[in-house]
């Protein structure tokens, strides 16, 4: 037997976002399939693998594929924050941004494509290389026969390439890898997600990420403006620091100790000298003790999925999970405040403790 990955508490707040069609499963079956896609990400195992009890492994797969196709576990991340929106818990005081690489596992590998996509891509990156590479008797304008043993080596590595890039695996010293760049509210809970090859730059990500952030409220347009970012020197940019003074939000970044010389050296055509809040910038940890929590989970520390839709809907999976788990226990302390006899249950059970 496992052990329950959701209580009757944290499924209320679920199971109004699976959606049940006509000829769909009952409500039970619902459950115990949403669970089973909970317990392959939280333990990394193979679909395979999974426990008799959240029913076939097949049919679990199956209904995951339909969810992450239909934007489910997204529109399931969104609903959480707007329900926290409307009790008001959503801090966008300070929104703390980062990135985290996430190892491939070789399970990840082989992304499958049609032949039609890989034909065409290879055929362009062929006729690309054929202008900017070559061996050094073309590069000096000689005729070369052309080998067939080189071509076939080439088209292989053009394949592996854009497969690669298809399924958004780069190339370190690790091994392949994803970047996952989020950004966290001031009480250390994730808002958006932006999926990368793991050899991308945080800076050139540092808007995307921002511009996923929306936060719909009870009444009007969603909130998509922070009070203030924060983030490490990595987002230190012109490009970053103008957008923000654009929207008006405060930009908590220290600057680089290189940009800060070459600022001086342009003298007075260098511009203003950039300041931050240092003890706003101290905050920054939540969007790091985050990356800790999500890290939790082994589906989502390593990357075990081939296509990158169902490793970022196993990101925003783990994402509503912590959302679920601090909505619950606010409504858990809501109702002994507004219980008087719970209240004073708690408090004599805690002296007792105390006692013993």
């Not at 991340?77 to 996430?102: N, P």
């Not at 304008?141 to 497969?163: F, K, L």
């Not at 800790?292 to 169902?310: E, Q």
Request: aromatic share 6%; with cysteine.
């Amino acid at each position: 037997m496992t052990r329950v990955q959701l209580t009757d508490q944290d499924w209320e707040f679920t199971g109004p976002y699976l959606p049940i069609g006509t000829y769909g499963p009952y409500p039970e079956r619902l459950r115990q399939q949403f669970e089973g896609v909970i317990w392959r990400f939280k333990t990394g195992g193979q679909w395979r693998e999974m426990p008799q009890e959240f029913g076939a492994w097949s049919t679990v797969h199956n209904r995951f594929r339909q969810w992450r196709d239909a934007g489910v576990f997204e529109a399931l991340l969104e609903g959480l924050i707007a329900e926290a929106a409307k009790r008001g818990e959503v801090d966008l005081s300070l929104v703390s941004i980062d990135s985290t690489t996430a190892r491939a596992h070789h399970d990840a590998a082989g992304m499958h494509l049609d032949e039609d996509v890989l034909g065409a891509e290879g055929r362009r990156r062929g006729r690309e290389s054929q202008v900017k590479r070559g061996s050094l008797q073309e590069q000096n304008g000689q005729d070369v026969e052309p080998s067939p043993e080189r071509e076939e080596w080439r088209r292989i590595r053009r394949r592996r390439a854009h497969r690669l890039k298809v399924a958004l695996l780069g190339r370190s010293r690790g091994g392949q890898t994803s970047k996952v760049h989020l950004a966290a509210d001031r009480k250390c809970r994730p808002l958006a997600f932006v999926l990368t090859a793991g050899q991308a730059a945080d800076s050139p990500q540092f808007i995307p990420v921002l511009g996923k952030i929306r936060v719909r409220g009870p009444v009007g347009r969603p909130r998509t403006r922070p009070d203030a970012v924060a983030g490490d020197k990595a987002y230190s940019s012109r490009c970053n620091r103008a957008h923000l003074c654009r929207r008006g939000i405060k930009a908590v970044i220290p600057e680089k100790r290189d940009q800060a010389a070459n600022r001086k050296k342009k003298g007075s055509r260098g511009g203003r000298p950039v300041s931050h809040d240092a003890d706003l910038y101290k905050e920054r940890n939540t969007v790091e003790r985050l990356i800790n929590k999500l890290k939790a989970w082994r589906g989502v520390a390593t990357r075990y999925d081939k296509t990158p839709d169902s490793y970022l809907a196993g990101l925003h999976l783990r994402a509503s999970m912590i959302w679920i788990k601090d909505l619950t226990r606010t409504t858990h302390w809501s109702r002994l405040n507004t219980c008087p006899s719970l209240t004073v249950s708690v408090g004599a059970a805690v002296r007792v403790s105390e006692v013993v």
